[in-house]
């Protein structure tokens, strides 16, 4: 029994315009809030794989040369479908993810707008000429889609991780292959059925569900007639991929972990620094690449901050992301809880103390309370790691130096937040940020006319924006020579 519309959905992969039916061999979707079975769904193989880079080849020759205006048409076309059945997508997501039904709604219209906005950009590829270095010659640059692009996207965002990617390739005029994560294959699936019935050519946009993640990852990182491979997932796996991709020395964009500062200094307005922290680190239960991971106060405010932000935390409704007034759902399975749970008791075990939630909560296995914890030093591994959960460290610092060195103390380099009304500060502290993005008196950053990406060990590339649609497309330079009379 499941208890959302299954007419978007399907047997599993889309491959060339069908669905792959293959029952011999199956994997199962689960429900996190309750980790009740919703789907079965066909398993691929490294064969259907190929299968999709064969179509997807052959698809290119043809797509390639459509004109920009009749693929931003169809892309145009594919957002009208998905806003048009967004209460459905949303449903499906929720229920293979767990995050609660409103923000499973805000997902699928984000991920929508990322459709939209490539759509309209596909028009707008512009080259360039230049002065020639003689007067017989001329230089002229054109931009071109790369060609065939290949992408692996995470359960957190099940739609609009896909949305983000492949919406840039095919404004691009590239063709596009995905392989979902296993735990939320659904919401890929419904996102085929709407391409189909959107128009989109058979080959253009294929979508792999299996949860044979690492064999599939050969072929789709591996095979010679892919252009670009494009991955949003943690840091140890992507340097896995991306070691695979330089065997065919392919195009990357690496969307992978961090560990994002939430910098609160004395002069911020508190209120809003709250607030901020609750939708940074809070939203999908804490389960997102740009959540705040480390909170620093500075010593001032530090008492103050922190009984502002437990009130704010234990107003908090735990529970089934389809229930109404839910603030929090599940995380995705019972490993992602344990990780949770072993970063709280090793953090407390070493000092920190527990402001408000640090256990489990009695609603289910994947539930963990939302949590606060004080007393947390740079060192302990709550704030060295990613924590992907409801858990807040708070770090006290004194100086605006001491926050910066803080903050700047990791490999990762994605997200970061200041929560300053200080202009010079606000300038200071942004420069000086090893991060490629800063969210400067604001928790939510993330929106698809946006340049989305991280810097060090957070990976390559950006998406959304301008610059987004530049990783899918290849410059090449023409030299007109002879032109003398
Ligand atoms: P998360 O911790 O969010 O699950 P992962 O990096 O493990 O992040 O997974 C992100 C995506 O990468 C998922 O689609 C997963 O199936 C896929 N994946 C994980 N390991 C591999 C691998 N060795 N080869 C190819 N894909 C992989």
């Known amino acids: 029994m499941v208890n959302f519309d299954t007419s978007l959905l399907n047997s599993g992969s889309y491959i060339n315009g069908c669905w792959l039916d293959d029952n011999a061999d199956t994997f199962t979707v689960l429900n996190p809030a309750n980790n009740k079975e919703i789907a079965t769904l066909a398993n691929a193989s490294a064969d259907d794989a190929k299968r999709a880079v064969d179509a997807s080849q052959e698809a290119l020759l ?40 409103a923000e499973a709604l805000g997902e699928v219209v984000y991920g929508a707008n990322y459709i939209e906005w490539f759509a309209e950009e596909a028009k707008r590829v512009y080259g360039d000429t230049i002065p020639g270095p003689s007067a017989d010659k001329r230089i002229v640059v054109i931009k071109q889609g790369v060609g065939l692009v290949s992408a692996i996207t995470p359960w957190n965002f099940p739609s609009s991780m896909i949305t983000r990617k492949a919406a840039p390739a095919m404004a691009a005029g ?17 996102l085929a059925e709407l391409a189909h019935r959107a128009g989109i050519p058979k080959g253009v946009f294929n979508v792999v569900v299996s949860n044979r993640a690492k064999e599939i990852g050969y072929v789709l990182t591996g095979d010679p007639r892919i252009a670009k491979f494009s991955f949003t997932g943690s ?36 209120d809003a620094a709250v607030k901020g922290v609750m939708l940074s680190k809070f939203r999908n239960a804490g389960q997102t690449c740009v959540c705040s991971n480390r909170i620093l106060v500075q010593k001032d405010i530090y008492e103050e901050f922190s009984k502002r932000l437990v009130s704010a935390v234990e107003a908090l409704e735990v529970g089934e992301g389809t229930k109404e007034g839910i603030d929090i759902g599940p995380l995705i399975h019972s490993g992602a809880v344990s990780n949770v749970e072993s970063l709280v008791e090793q953090a407390v075990s070493n000092g920190a103390k527990v402001l408000t939630g640090g256990k489990r909560n009695d609603l289910g296995e994947n539930f963990y309370e939302p949590t606060v914890l004080s007393n947390v030093d740079a060192q302990m591994s709550v704030a060295v790691n990613e924590i992907f959960g409801p858990v807040a460290p708070l770090i006290e610092f004194e100086t605006e130096q001491e926050a910066i060195d803080l903050a700047n103390n990791t490999e990762f380099g994605l997200a970061s937040y200041i929560y300053t009304r200080d202009i010079g500060r606000v300038w200071r502290v942004s420069e000086s940020l090893e991060y490629g993005m800063v969210g400067i008196n604001e928790g939510i950053i993330s929106n698809e006319m946006a340049p989305f990406g991280g810097v060090k060990q957070s990976g390559m590339g950006r998406e959304g924006s301008k610059y987004g649609l530049e990783d899918y497309l290849e410059i090449k330079y023409l030299c007109m020579g002879g032109l003398d009379s």
Request: proline residues 5%; charged residues 25%.
């Open 174 to 190: 590239c063709t596009f292959i995905v392989k979902a994560a296993a735990e939320t294959p659904l919401s890929a699936i419904a």
């Open 235 to 270: 840091t140890p796996v992507g340097k896995i991929l991306l070691e695979q991709c330089a065997h065919t020395v392919k195009k990357t964009t690496m969307e992978l972990g961090g560990n994002a500062p939430f910098i609160v200094f004395a002069d911020a307005d508190l």
């Open 62 to 101: 043809s797509w390639r040369h459509v004109p920009a205006k009749e693929r931003a048409r169809l892309l145009r076309r594919w957002f009208d479908l998905v806003m048009e059945n967004k209460e459905k997508l949303a449903a499906i997501l929720t229920a293979e993810q767990g995050k609660p039904l």
